[in-house]
Structure formats: C-alpha cells, structure tokens
C-alpha cells in the first residue's frame, strides 16, 4: 500500500527543510511530491542528495533547479526561461521595444530576470530598466514610482503573487496601462479575481493545456475527475497542474514495480521516454530529468478569465 505523508506550510525554506527531514528519517518516505516555491526547494535539495530519495513534479520552473540534484529531481512543467521566451516572442510580434523588467531579490526573481535577459536579446529588445525588490518589501512604492516615470510599453515581471497585484493595481490605478507579462508562478482564480475588471488585457505565461479544452486528453480525464470527486471545484490552470503531476506519479509508481524503493521509482521515471501524458508530451532519461516544454501565453479576459 502507498501511504501519504503531508506537512502544512512549505512556504518557508527552512520550516520545509525541517519538516521535510523529520519525514525522512520518521516516515521513510520513498519520494517528495508537490513541492512549490523555489526558495523551499532549494532548501530540501542537500537532503535529496544525502538520503538519494527522488523529487517528483516540483511547483517550480526555475532554471537553476535543473542543475542541481540532477538524477533525483523530476521536472513536469517547463523553465521559467521558456515561459520567457514566449514573452520576448509576443513583444517582438506586437513590436514593443520601451520594455522594463520587475523581479524578486531572491533566487526565483534572479532566474526569472536571467530568462528575461537572455530571450529579449535574442529578439534583440533592450530592456530600458531592470527593477529589484527585497522580498520583505510589502510597499514596492519604489518600484512603482519607477514604472511610473519609465512610461514603459511592457512589463516582465518575477514576483510573487501578491508583489505582482500590489505593483499592477498601484500603476493601474495611477492611469498606465503598459503590458504587463507574469509567470505562471502567480496562477491562481484569487489572484486574478483580486485584479478584477481593470486587470483586462494583463499576460500570463502558462505551463499546462488550456483547462476548458476537453479535447486534449489529459483536459478531458481531468474534467471527469471533477465531476467525480469535487464538482464543486472550478476548473484552472493550477489544479490541472496538481492533476497531471498525481497522474505522472502514479505512472512511474506502476513502473518501479512491487519491491518499491526510491532507486526503483526513479528508474521507472527513467523509463518515460517518451511519454505522452495525453497530450501532454515528456522525456526522461538517465542524463535529463527535464520532463515538458510546453509554454504558452494567455491573456486576462472579462471576470477573472483568461483567454489563449
């Protein structure tokens, strides 16, 4: 039988560091599953490579995750540098060239901002500006008065959820309108209902298969899951994510087969190569763990919806 071991908040590094530990060495856990945050991952690397247990699906498309615990981590979602690539690629189409870039002080800020940098010269756009701010920073008046006198056409930004609506509201409510461009790392139905009617227009770059396109395979399984077991549940791009990232699992737990252990799980994770998840196209490998490159950018509609 497979047991489940959950911890509450893993929004802070080393409360995650801890609590991840305590599960290791109480539990015996065969595997980590569902962690989010960059900063929290990084964490619980050291004790992915002291104990050799896998990390499978992690919330995270940092770049520099993909070079650290190279044979236990397993990717589902693509780098934060392909969702900016899809960015830099929209700008160039629209032929928006005053362009500045908002992002974190923290390691995720710091490998969204390296994506930024890297596909925009690609597309040969120099950002104008490069904004940081210090995670502790519930103000961000700096930022916005920097965006503000900038009069910028776009803004890429790698910030949290809320960093983002209180930055965007603010410039909002000031009367700019530029484009503004997130991550999918602010994906939720709060945030977007939280930016209400003015947020119309606003990007997202997104990880997984449009939630309302029953054609997909993956989409329509999902649909039928929902009506099953939550039918009150609405579907997003987040909880597909959380679907596709069980249903991952559950394939490379078939495939390690009865005498589970974490050496068994990952060599039947190796053994996705290809996979189609139904629709959903991934790769594992010995040497590459990096699973899908799917990226795509929605725009913010009426009511909180977003449109591909």
Request: glycine residues 8%.
């Amino acid at each position: 039988p497979l047991e489940l071991v959950s911890y509450d908040d893993q929004r802070q590094p080393e409360k995650a560091r801890a609590n991840t530990l305590k599960l290791i060495r109480e539990d015996r856990v065969t595997a980590l599953f569902g962690y989010r945050s960059t900063a929290t991952i990084e964490a619980i690397v050291p004790l992915l490579e002291q104990y050799q247990i896998p990390l499978i699906a992690p919330f995270s498309g940092a770049q520099s995750l993909h070079q650290k615990a190279r044979g236990l981590i397993f990717h589902l979602r693509a780098s934060y540098h392909d969702e900016a690539e899809k960015m830099a690629a929209f700008l160039q189409r629209m032929q928006m060239q005053k362009v500045i870039t908002v992002s974190q002080d923290d390691s995720f800020g710091q490998d969204g901002l390296a994506g930024f940098q890297q596909h925009l010269q690609k597309v040969q756009i120099a950002a104008s500006q490069h904004l940081t701010y210090a995670r502790q920073d519930t103000e961000l008046h700096q930022v916005v008065r920097a965006i503000l006198a900038s009069q910028p056409q776009a803004v890429l930004m790698a910030c949290t959820p809320a960093a983002c609506l209180r930055i965007m509201k603010q410039v909002l409510s000031a009367g700019l309108r530029p484009q503004f461009l997130m991550l999918s790392n602010v994906n939720s139905q709060q945030f977007y209902s939280e930016l209400g009617d003015p947020g119309r227009g606003i990007g997202v770059t997104q990880v997984m298969p449009y939630p309302q396109d029953i054609g997909v395979p993956l989409v329509r399984e999902y649909h039928k899951a929902i009506k099953q077991f939550r039918p009150e549940l609405k579907p997003g791009y987040a909880s597909l994510e959380g679907f596709a990232a069980a249903k991952l699992l559950c394939e490379g737990l078939k495939r390690a087969g009865s005498e589970l252990s974490p050496a068994q799980l990952i060599r039947g994770m190796e053994s996705l190569s290809p996979y189609d998840l139904g629709g959903l196209q991934l790769s594992y490998n010995k040497k590459n763990h990096s699973g899908a490159s799917f990226a795509e950018l929605t725009i913010l509609g009426r009511n909180g919806a977003l449109l591909r």
